[in-house]
């Protein structure tokens, strides 16, 4: 079954989750996973996890293939040093933005 990801936030919404107020920083992925899949399961979708694992390692793949990690970890270290760090990112946002999309 195709499971349209767009209304997945929706349907947070519609079961009492507020995305925007949930704390990163505690949050344990392997408890969300097993809640998200048996809530999607009983609505009928349970492939829905699985799909967004398989475009998150899809995602991973493409910025890992398109973008050399060590070098803009370099640049963003001399960056620091001057503040300029925003035209770092500006330069690998606007150089990677095609290649990216195109993943």
Do not use: H, W
Request: hydrophobic share 30%.
């Amino acid at each position: 079954m195709e499971t349209n990801l767009k209304d997945l936030g929706k349907t947070f919404q519609e079961n009492g989750v507020n995305l925007p107020e949930l704390n990163v920083t505690s949050v344990n992925v392997e408890k969300v996973e097993q809640v998200l899949r048996e809530k999607c399961e009983k609505q009928g979708a349970g492939d829905v996890v699985d799909s967004i694992k398989d475009k998150q390692e899809e995602i991973k793949n493409c910025v890992t293939e398109n973008i050399n990690v060590t070098q803009v970890q370099e640049e963003l270290e001399e960056a620091k040093k001057t503040g300029s760090m925003d035209v770092v990112f500006a330069k690998y946002c606007k150089k990677m933005a095609g290649n990216i999309r195109m993943c």
